[in-house]
Every structure is written in structure tokens, then in C-alpha cells.
């Protein structure tokens, strides 16, 4: 069975741009959750949803927004972006069985942004 | 608040050597869980373990063994007779009953094992 997929693998963008990000989860997971890590550091819980309703959100800011679509992909937006905002962004899901969003929770692979 | 101490950065080893990667934890919940994730130099988290507080037996899997101690607030891990191959980081979290959306992780160790 395939795992977390996230496009792209890499992205480079210069400060002020607006940056999407995208998630698959493993088949049959309906919860998906986003962690930003920054290098040398442990990752940082941004967002999670369920059923395509927001369940959790970490310390960031307004310019992070994200989204899940009826197939449970996920998206994952950043406005307005800073130097700061370079990171890993890794997505997780989890099976989430019966709304139990403390499940396990996979990870993808990650996409490395940097911002120039 | 929940917190996740991995004291060690970096620890060094000679193949076939025991290591163990220490993790102390803090939370006012009773209900929590305990996580050990591996991430090599490809980037992905790989799952190895979840721990609830309510299980306070060890676990052996293989090589990998873990040690849960809710008096010490401790959940350390240890690899037997090293390989090159567990050289990544490794990172210990945290998630709490009643704040269970947000899954906080340690700083992370990078073990090395040399040849």
C-alpha cells in the first residue's frame, strides 16, 4: 500500500510569495495533520483536520491556512511568505477510527521550502 | 503544557555497540501517549513505537527495546548491537487526552554509528 504522498518534493520562493503544498494520505486515513520543522529542530504541529473540519491548530500565524477535500488530500497554503517560513513541511495522517483523531499518525516524505 | 526533553543532541557509537537515547516528558493529563519516531537523512518520520500511560511494560522489538517509568517521567529507547544502518535522528513526542490534536516532539537526537 502506497504511504503519505506530498508534491512538490522541493520549492524555492522569494519573500512575499504564496506557496501551496500538498498532501495524500494512505488509503482509508480521514485524518491529516501538518508539522513545519525547521533544521536542527523537532517538528512543529501547524494544523489538523478530520473529515475535512479543522480539529487542531499550533502557534502560527494567520498566513498559514490549509484545507482537506472529500477524497481526505489536504493542502496546505502560505501567504505572504518570510525568510523564516524555510522549513521541512511534513504531513502525517492517521486512521482517526471513529473520530479517535489521537491515532497513530504516518508521515509523508516532506517538502522542503526555502524562501529567498 | 506538554514538553518533550531529548537532553542528548548527538551521541556517537561503534558498530555493535548498546546505546540509549533518552526521553523525559511533562504533562498534567493522566491520559497521554508516548511516541518514538526515526527519521534518516531522506527526511520521513518513521513510526516505531506509540506508548499509552496506562501500559508501563517495556517493550523488545528486535534490536529496539524501550523503557516507560511514569515516576521518572521517562521513556528512554534502546538499540542492541548497533548497525550503520540506525544512523538518523530520532525523535520522542508527546500527545495528551485532552489536547490530542497537537503532537509535541522533542528536540531529537542524531545518533551516528560508525563502521
Known amino acids: 500500500d502506497a504511504g503519505v504522498t506530498q508534491s512538490p518534493t522541493h520549492l524555492i520562493k522569494t519573500r512575499g510569495q504564496h506557496v501551496t503544498l500538498r498532501c495524500s494520505p494512505i488509503s482509508g486515513h480521514k485524518s491529516v495533520s501538518w508539522y513545519q520543522q525547521v533544521l536542527g529542530q523537532g517538528p512543529q504541529f501547524i494544523f489538523q483536520y478530520y473529515e475535512k473540519e479543522e480539529r487542531g491548530r499550533g502557534n502560527f500565524p494567520d498566513r498559514f491556512s490549509a484545507r482537506q477535500f472529500p477524497n481526505y488530500s489536504s493542502e496546505l497554503n502560505v501567504n505572504a511568505l518570510l525568510l523564516g517560513d524555510s522549513a521541512l513541511y511534513l504531513c502525517?495522517?492517521?486512521?482517526?477510527?471513529?473520530?479517535?483523531?489521537?491515532?497513530?499518525?504516518?508521515f509523508g516524505p516532506g517538502t522542503r521550502l526555502t524562501v529567498l | 503544557a506538554q514538553k518533550v526533553t531529548q537532553a542528548q543532541t548527538e551521541i556517537s557509537v561503534v558498530e555493535k555497540e548498546d546505546v540509549t537515547l533518552d526521553c523525559v516528558y511533562e504533562?498534567?493529563?493522566?491520559?497521554?501517549?508516548l511516541f518514538w519516531y526515526k527519521q534518516p537523512p531522506s527526511g520521513e518520520l518513521v513510526f516505531l513505537i506509540r506508548r499509552n500511560s496506562f501500559d508501563e511494560q517495556n517493550e523488545i522489538s528486535g534490536r529496539y527495546s524501550w523503557n516507560f517509568q511514569k515516576s521518572t517521567s521517562s521513556f528512554n529507547f534502546t538499540i542492541t548491537a548497533s548497525q550503520v544502518v540506525d544512523s538518523a535522528v530520532y525523535f520522542c513526542?508527546?500527545?495528551?487526552?485532552?489536547?490530542?490534536?497537537?503532537?509535541?516532539f522533542g528536540a531529537g537526537t542524531r545518533l551516528t554509528v560508525k563502521p
Open positions: 513526542a508527546l500527545s495528551e487526552a485532552y489536547n490530542n490534536n497537537d503532537m509535541r
Open positions: 504533562t498534567r493529563d493522566t491520559t497521554y501517549y
Open positions: 502525517a495522517s492517521s486512521l482517526a477510527v471513529g473520530g479517535a483523531v489521537l491515532d497513530t499518525q504516518y
